[in-house]
């Protein structure tokens, strides 16, 4: 009884102690800034404790978790087929592209591969994904910056991409839509022709950015040469994505990584590039996305020229039971890379199941990053990094 | 040439008469025209812009949206947060109101049609449009927000600032007319020439351009409209100084910002582009019998009105284009560019104006 007690008071007072810490204005002449946990630069409820003498930030601090809804410990509970349920809501705007790895794990412990045709279109769902996700990104950046108009624009168009996902999958923003060894169900009619008007809009969409934010006098003397993210440093925080290919790094899991190259994917069979930026600073950030939906959109064009046909889903056993092992795959989602370390013990559920989320990863830089910077910056440099807040506390 | 001499109208009624009418058409002419371009612009112009329709529900095309917001701010509960300096705190937004009524005084609507016609109206005008800085930074202060305090020092910063190429840019107009009163400004451009062509008169707009190009970026970083929002920058301040308020507080800073942009429209039309005068040719057509001066009260504010919505225009239109600049970078704007140019003006002007 005492044991317990005395542990109780001792938390108590560790969190009363790092409470204090957060709170309280250190130095005479500093001050502290909360930016969040409600602060419309953290698009959800990030808390980034600012130690700021003047509008400089001497020190930033991001606390995390205040959205954390305990998707690893809940999925210990859920069935394979239900767990892709819970980590559609991982990173909301992009939700097919949080499916596709852990479905590729449980597929890859069972020994089964999808088909063809499966694997083809997931591609083509897990592209889409990434231009609904970043379009709305190339909007928000203006706003973060003052220009209101540009998501406006952003909310647009991307809904031409979220009714094609809507009319795939039935989900608009939740597809739910991956199973193990295949698809739930094949394209419907004319979506192939439907998808490719959707992305001429997406295309006249980008060089709508272009003229109004790229090319903008004002966009580049608020973003360039701020947050600039040298490769080694980035690579050093576990930075993924566009984020660390704007600072030079040529990484790209859809090019790097087996899955991309025709295990899950089916990556291998396009004419496509990897975008990167030598600069490493947010314009670069931004640069690199508007050419990363380009490139997304020239490859769903050739993956539906190419569509293969066949089944869609592999012969799977009716009640899915996963043999035991452990399997941790990865693939290059909307903000980077997303994994899924899976361990099974040859049950009905997994025994354990680790995500790493890149915005999570993304944000451990941003103590490193906001130092020394200005307070306009540090939400030019938050808007540029990236983040979803479902996807750093999952 | 036309006659510009006042009529003696107002002598028939008594003091207060006068007065209280006076008093009413400072609220016409400050409340109208603001919900005008409220409606028009914030509203409906923007929602275009951005791909929506606006406010649809509230009476014909959401016309009657006004009146509902104004239901809604009246009702909500007026907070003033705990640690606030309370009295300075519900002062500040009758400051800001004050500036914006104090500057609507010396506009002229007509020959006859001013509320006062001071011989210094412009300098009165440019000194009265930094009354609000006082207020911004007692909402600043006052609110006990860190936010409300950096947006507040932020606007100060920025206000005084952009004060300078603000009455930079109107001294190439005074050294051209040759009078700091309005209604002898207004008069110059419509008696005015350009090299004896006189058709048009001589909208200063086209002598000083860059006098006007400068005037209407200062009137947008005096109103703390984007590109010069860093005050109030709603993604990273909530609002700046205007964070803490709610209710009938808000809505008065709300009407001060956008009413103050009317009457630097006004200011603006005024200054260069012949106030409430119509062109010469269109009053020799119109008033054959020379009745001029009596008329124009009644249509001047209509001319004011037109010139004003064409100049708001601009402002809500850049507005809702351009990111918004860094603080410093916003200063580095106003000292090193805007300044210079101006003083380049009123050189300029001040040497033509000698030889000519």
Same mark, same amino acid.
């Given at each position: 009884?005492?044991?317990?007690?005395?542990?109780?008071?001792?938390?108590?007072?560790?969190?009363?102690?790092?409470?204090?810490?957060?709170?309280?204005?250190?130095?005479?002449?500093?001050?502290?800034?909360?930016?969040?946990?409600?602060?419309?630069? @953290?698009?959800?409820?990030?808390?980034?404790?600012?130690?700021?003498?003047?509008?400089? %930030?001497?020190?930033?601090?991001?606390?995390?978790?205040?959205?954390?809804?305990?998707?690893?410990?809940?999925?210990?509970?859920?069935?394979?087929?239900?767990?892709?349920?819970?980590?559609?809501?991982?990173?909301?705007?992009?939700?097919?592209?949080?499916?596709?790895?852990?479905?590729?794990?449980?597929?890859?412990?069972?020994?089964?591969?999808?088909?063809?045709?499966?694997?083809?279109?997931?591609?083509?769902?897990?592209?889409?994904?990434?231009?609904?996700?970043?379009?709305?990104?190339?909007?928000?950046?203006?706003?973060?910056?003052?220009?209101?108009?540009? #998501?406006?624009?952003?909310?647009?168009?991307?809904?031409?991409?979220?009714?094609?996902?809507?009319?795939?999958?039935?989900?608009?923003?939740?597809?739910?839509?991956?199973?193990?060894?295949?698809?739930?169900?094949?394209?419907?009619?004319?979506?192939?022709?439907?998808?490719?008007?959707?992305?001429?809009?997406?295309?006249?969409?980008?060089?709508?950015?272009?003229?109004?934010?790229?090319?903008?006098?004002?966009?580049?003397?608020?973003?360039?040469?701020?947050?600039?993210?040298?490769?080694?440093?980035?690579?050093?925080?576990?930075?993924?994505?566009?984020?660390?290919?704007?600072?030079?790094?040529?990484?790209?899991?859809?090019?790097?990584?087996?899955?991309?190259?025709?295990?899950?994917?089916?990556?291998?069979?396009?004419?496509?590039?990897?975008? @990167?930026?030598?600069?490493?600073?947010?314009?670069?950030? =931004?640069?690199?996305?508007?050419?990363?939906?380009?490139?997304?959109?020239?490859?769903?064009?050739?993956?539906?020229?190419?569509?293969?046909?066949?089944?869609?889903?592999?012969?799977?056993?009716?009640?899915?039971?996963?043999?035991?092992?452990?399997?941790?795959?990865?693939?290059?989602?909307?903000?980077?890379?997303?994994?899924?370390?899976?361990?099974?013990?040859?049950?009905?559920?997994?025994?354990?199941?680790?995500?790493?989320?890149?915005?999570?990863?993304?944000?451990?830089?941003?103590?490193?990053?906001?130092?020394? @910077?200005?307070?306009?910056?540090?939400?030019?440099?938050?808007?540029?990094?990236?983040?979803?807040?479902?996807?750093?506390?999952? | 040439?036309?006659?510009?001499?006042?009529?003696?109208?107002?002598?028939?009624?008594?003091?207060?008469?006068?007065?209280?009418?006076?008093?009413?058409?400072?609220?016409?002419?400050?409340?109208?025209?603001?919900?005008?371009?409220? =409606?028009? =612009?914030?509203?409906?112009?923007?929602?275009?812009?951005?791909?929506?329709?606006?406010?649809?529900?509230?009476?014909? &095309?959401?016309?009657?949206?006004?009146?509902?917001?104004?239901?809604?701010?009246?009702?909500?509960?007026?907070? %003033?947060?705990?640690?606030?300096?309370?009295?300075?705190?519900?002062?500040?937004?009758?400051?800001?109101?004050?500036?914006?009524?104090?500057?609507?005084?010396?506009?002229?609507?007509?020959?006859?049609? %001013?509320?006062?016609?001071?011989?210094?109206?412009?300098?009165?005008?440019?000194? #009265?449009?930094?009354?609000?800085? !006082?207020?911004?930074?007692?909402?600043?202060?006052?609110?006990?927000?860190?936010?409300?305090?950096?947006?507040?020092?932020?606007?100060?910063?920025?206000?005084?600032?952009?004060?300078?190429?603000?009455?930079?840019?109107?001294?190439?107009? $005074?050294?051209?007319?040759?009078?700091?009163?309005?209604?002898?400004?207004?008069?110059?451009?419509?008696?005015?020439?350009?090299?004896?062509?006189?058709?048009?008169?001589?909208?200063?707009?086209?002598?000083? !351009?860059?006098?006007?190009?400068?005037?209407?970026?200062?009137?947008?970083?005096?109103?703390?409209?984007?590109?010069?929002?860093?005050?109030?920058?709603?993604?990273?301040? $909530?609002?700046?100084?205007?964070?803490? &308020?709610?209710?009938?507080?808000?809505?008065?800073?709300?009407?001060?910002?956008?009413?103050?942009?009317?009457?630097?429209?006004?200011?603006?039309?005024?200054?260069?582009?012949?106030?409430?005068? %119509?062109?010469?040719?269109?009053?020799?057509?119109?008033?054959?019998?020379?009745?001029?001066?009596?008329?124009?009260?009644? !249509?001047?504010?209509?001319?004011?009105?037109?010139?004003?919505?064409?100049?708001?225009?601009?402002?809500?239109?850049?507005?809702?284009?351009?990111?918004?600049?860094?603080?410093?970078?916003?200063?580095?704007?106003?000292?090193?560019?805007?300044?210079?140019?101006?003083?380049?003006?009123?050189?300029?002007?001040?040497?033509?104006?000698?030889?000519?």
């Amino acid at each position: 009884m005492t044991a317990i007690s005395e542990r109780r008071q001792l938390a108590y007072i560790a969190a009363q102690a790092a409470d204090a810490r957060v709170n309280i204005e250190l130095e005479a002449e500093g001050m502290t800034l909360n930016v969040g946990p409600q602060h419309p630069a @953290t698009h959800g409820t990030l808390r980034i404790v600012l130690q700021l003498d003047g509008e400089e %930030v001497v020190g930033a601090d991001p606390i995390m978790g205040y959205m954390h809804r305990g998707y690893e410990k809940l999925a210990e509970v859920r069935t394979y087929p239900q767990v892709t349920t819970l980590i559609n809501r991982i990173d909301w705007l992009g939700s097919f592209a949080n499916e596709v790895p852990f479905i590729l794990a449980a597929e890859q412990l069972m020994e089964i591969e999808a088909p063809a045709r499966a694997k083809w279109i997931r591609t083509i769902l897990f592209e889409l994904a990434r231009i609904a996700n970043v379009t709305l990104f190339l909007g928000d950046m203006g706003v973060q910056l003052g220009a209101v108009t540009p #998501v406006f624009y952003a909310f647009r168009d991307r809904e031409y991409i979220l009714n094609q996902i809507e009319a795939a999958t039935g989900g608009r923003f939740h597809p739910n839509f991956d199973r193990i060894g295949g698809l739930k169900d094949d394209l419907p009619a004319g979506w192939i022709a439907s998808t490719k008007t959707a992305l001429d809009e997406i295309r006249d969409f980008c060089d709508e950015m272009e003229e109004l934010i790229v090319g903008n006098e004002i966009f580049e003397a608020r973003t360039r040469g701020i947050g600039v993210i040298p490769a080694d440093v980035g690579l050093s925080y576990g930075l993924s994505g566009a984020n660390v290919r704007a600072s030079g790094v040529d990484w790209d899991l859809r090019r790097d990584s087996p899955i991309g190259q025709g295990q899950g994917l089916a990556y291998d069979e396009l004419d496509w590039k990897v975008w @990167t930026h030598p600069d490493g600073d947010s314009f670069a950030r =931004y640069w690199v996305r508007l050419q990363e939906v380009r490139e997304a959109c020239n490859m769903v064009d050739q993956l539906l020229d190419g569509l293969p046909g066949g089944p869609i889903m592999a012969k799977v056993p009716r009640i899915i039971k996963v043999p035991e092992g452990e399997a941790y795959v990865a693939t290059e989602n909307p903000l980077g890379e997303m994994g899924y370390y899976v361990v099974s013990q040859g049950g009905l559920e997994p025994f354990r199941v680790k995500i790493r989320s890149a915005s999570f990863s993304n944000m451990s830089i941003t103590p490193w990053l906001l130092k020394g @910077t200005y307070v306009p910056d540090v939400i030019t440099i938050l808007a540029s990094l990236y983040f979803i807040l479902g996807d750093i506390d999952r | 040439m036309l006659s510009l001499t006042t009529s003696t109208v107002a002598a028939e009624f008594a003091y207060w008469q006068t007065s209280g009418f006076k008093l009413l058409m400072a609220f016409v002419a400050v409340l109208i025209p603001a919900g005008t371009t409220v =409606y028009l =612009y914030l509203f409906k112009m923007v929602s275009f812009m951005q791909s929506r329709l606006g406010p649809m529900e509230a009476g014909p &095309y959401g016309s009657l949206q006004l009146l509902a917001e104004l239901g809604k701010n009246a009702q909500k509960e007026d907070i %003033v947060p705990a640690r606030a300096d309370v009295l300075v705190f519900k002062l500040a937004p009758y400051v800001v109101l004050l500036s914006t009524f104090l500057l609507v005084l010396v506009v002229p609507w007509g020959p006859d049609a %001013v509320f006062a016609d001071f011989d210094t109206g412009i300098f009165f005008a440019l000194a #009265v449009s930094s009354v609000s800085v !006082i207020g911004i930074l007692m909402a600043g202060w006052a609110s006990a927000s860190k936010y409300s305090l950096l947006g507040g020092l932020r606007a100060a910063g920025q206000l005084i600032a952009y004060e300078l190429p603000l009455v930079l840019a109107v001294v190439g107009v $005074v050294i051209q007319a040759g009078t700091l009163n309005m209604q002898g400004i207004v008069a110059a451009q419509i008696e005015g020439e350009i090299f004896g062509w006189g058709a048009i008169g001589n909208p200063f707009i086209l002598t000083q !351009i860059v006098g006007f190009l400068i005037f209407m970026v200062a009137v947008q970083a005096e109103l703390t409209q984007v590109p010069f929002d860093m005050p109030i920058a709603e993604s990273e301040l $909530v609002s700046g100084y205007m964070t803490e &308020y709610s209710g009938f507080r808000f809505l008065m800073f709300f009407i001060g910002e956008f009413a103050t942009a009317n009457i630097f429209a006004f200011l603006a039309a005024v200054l260069f582009l012949g106030g409430w005068g %119509v062109p010469p040719f269109v009053a020799d057509a119109l008033f054959a019998d020379g009745n001029y001066s009596q008329w124009m009260n009644v !249509i001047g504010p209509l001319v004011m009105a037109t010139k004003m919505l064409a100049l708001t225009f601009i402002i809500y239109w850049v507005r809702f284009t351009y990111p918004r600049f860094r603080e410093d970078q916003l200063q580095t704007f106003a000292w090193k560019y805007l300044i210079p140019i101006s003083l380049v003006n009123i050189a300029v002007t001040g040497f033509l104006k000698v030889v000519l």
